[in-house]
């Protein structure tokens, strides 16, 4: 009976698996639209077009179908016969980059020729979202929608409105599709705009053609691997977001790849796998978890080191706010001299400006941290399985066997700029770099940390950024270098605020608040030279009385003669009496 039973068994296996395989029906479509007609060509969206039509037909999509630039009646006629095509499919995707719009909070996809003169034309020259929903609504288990048309739209600023209550967002409006199993995916969150960035595809697109492939990942995971990928690439400007729901399953893209047969698996195959989940997931909670299911052996010992790693780094980031908050503290109480009410506004936005800056440089530190782990990880699997195959091959020969021992742990493999970031990152925390943070490491990134070797003690390569450089640097929990303000600024915590003095003060050479002496001024020769000349000028200019138009002059100068009186010749005598005789002379007479 259990020989009927075994067998009975075997055969439904058999069934299942090969009905499942005969079942599987993958297809996508996939539209860029770069040339518009009637607004700027976009630059990326054939490319990202070619590029992730290139990554479905490597995962093994039954049927993939690029479509470039395509206007209203080519668009229409590419929705309709793919909505033909996912009736027999299990998985439909549709991707679209190029432009779209919202109105009254409906989102739109705009062909090439779409015009938009009015609000009213999307209705007639654009499509629904719906319609996109529509077509791949026929698919028995997964309805994926891709939208990279998040950008800014030059429709919108032109377009004539015909109705002033009708709403137009910046952006794609969220979602809530209705059909199970379905997820659309933006570049952007809703009400937000995405970027094209500086390269060849947007940074939307290369980061899902790096996640979406790989095999046994469900797609909610791999859609967080991709917004922590563009948020990290775009400076934590652009945060992609996923609408919808999928059942308690993993829902992966691309199935996982069937376990060879032949070696017994490891014993520690489900240890490993549990570790390399929590490692994905990197955060306390996780790493106690995986300790309270396994507490001893070579995995747990790994765990603990992680979890030490975090415990380690959340007690930094306290220790250094902390110091911080100090540091304040000890500068507002020694700027009371000036108004209380002044320093006390001036405190409280300093100290909100500086923990939004800690705050956001702790968040970058640990998605980058987490994006090497993983990738670590993911290189660490490839070898182990490499090696355990190898392993296999010599034991089915019969060679001699080799145990497969576990890889040594080794520390995450950044990019020479991923580092390069890190360690300005910390410079500047410890208060060694003023320049940004940009993950050039360039003259002045070199110069200060040449000042943190000389201010801390340290003897780390400065020519190049390095690991070592940035454990040497996590280890100063406040700061190294003192804050150097320029003339006229004051060292307030850690930034430099300008000093104001009250009125009648200035600032001095020494930075110090110095009253304002009133200078009296001086009479120089020139000033007295210009009152001598007006003085003379005056004397000789003519008097506004009335006067019989004779002038009297004499060793003083001349002047009119008064009013009432005239001038008279006189001849003066040998001691100067008044004579008729002699020699002559003219006086005023008056009376």
Request: glycine fraction near 6%; charged fraction near 25%.
């Amino acid at each position: 009976m259990s020989a009927i039973r075994l067998l009975v068994l075997i055969i439904s296996s058999v069934w299942l698996a090969c009905g499942s395989a005969q079942a599987e029906k993958r297809v996508a479509l996939v539209i860029g639209n770069s040339a518009y007609k009637n607004v700027p060509q976009l630059p990326n969206p054939a490319n990202d077009a070619a590029l992730v039509g290139g990554m479905l037909k490597k995962a093994g999509f039954d049927f993939v179908e690029v479509k470039t630039d395509l206007n209203a009646i080519e668009t229409r006629k590419a929705l309709r016969e793919f909505g033909g095509r996912s009736r027999d499919a299990t998985v439909a995707v549709v991707y679209y980059a190029g432009h779209g719009i919202e109105l009254d909070g409906t989102n739109y996809l705009i062909p090439t020729d779409a015009r938009l003169e009015t609000d009213t034309d999307v209705y007639d020259e654009a499509f629904p979202l719906d319609r996109v929903l529509v077509a791949v609504e026929p698919a028995k288990q997964l309805r994926l929608i891709i939208l990279d048309a998040c950008r800014d739209n030059p429709f919108a600023n032109k377009m004539k409105r015909t109705l002033a209550s009708r709403g137009i967002g910046r952006g794609l409006a969220k979602v809530e599709p209705t059909s199970p199993n379905t997820m659309v995916a933006y570049a952007a969150k809703a009400g937000s705009t995405a970027s094209d960035g500086n390269a060849q595809n947007s940074p939307f697109a290369a980061a899902l053609v790096e996640r979406l492939p790989t095999p046994g990942l469900d797609l909610r995971k791999a859609f967080g691997f991709v917004r922590d990928d563009v948020l990290k690439t775009t400076g934590y400007q652009q945060e992609p977001y996923v609408y919808g729901s999928l059942g308690g399953d993993d829902v992966p893209l691309v199935p996982a790849k069937p376990i060879a047969t032949g070696p017994r698996a490891s014993p520690d195959a489900e240890i490993r796998r549990d570790y390399e989940l929590a490692l994905q997931l990197g955060t306390h909670d996780g790493w106690a978890a995986f300790l309270s299911r396994f507490s001893s052996g070579f995995y747990a010992d790994l765990a603990k080191g992680q979890l030490n790693k975090i415990t380690a780094e959340e007690t930094r980031a306290a220790a250094a706010e902390k110091a911080r908050q100090a540091e304040e503290e000890k500068a507002r109480l020694a700027a009371d001299k000036a108004k209380k009410a002044e320093q006390e506004k001036a405190a409280a936005a300093a100290k909100a400006a500086e923990n939004a800056r800690i705050a956001a440089e702790k968040v970058k530190q640990i998605e980058e941290a987490k994006a090497a782990t993983a990738e670590q990880q993911r290189k660490d699997a490839e070898a182990k399985a490499l090696a355990e195959k190898q392993v296999a091959e010599r034991n089915a020969d019969g060679e001699q066997k080799v145990a497969a021992l576990p890889p040594e742990p080794t520390r995450p493999r950044l990019s020479p700029r991923e580092t390069a970031t890190l360690v300005q990152s910390e410079l500047r925390r410890v208060g060694c770099l003023t320049a940004n943070v940009d993950g050039d490491w360039n003259a002045a990134s070199q110069r200060s940390l040449t000042l943190f070797n000389k201010l801390a003690g340290t003897k780390v390569d400065t020519k190049l950024a390095s690991i070592d450089a940035l454990e040497a640097i996590k280890t100063k929990p406040s700061r190294v270098c003192p804050l150097v303000c320029d003339h006229g600024f004051k060292a307030d915590g850690d930034q430099c605020v300008k000093i104001a003095c009250r009125a009648g003060y200035r600032v001095n050479d020494d930075n110090e608040c110095q009253k304002v002496q009133d200078k009296k001024p001086i009479a120089t020769r020139e000033d007295t030279g210009r009152r001598d000349a007006d003085r003379k000028a005056a004397a000789s200019a003519p008097s506004n009385t009335h006067s019989s138009g004779q002038v009297v002059c004499n060793d003083a100068g001349c002047r009119p003669v008064r009013q009432g009186c005239r001038l008279e010749t006189y001849q003066v005598g040998k001691h100067g009496s008044r004579s008729y005789g002699g020699s002559t002379s003219i006086v005023e007479v008056c009376n």
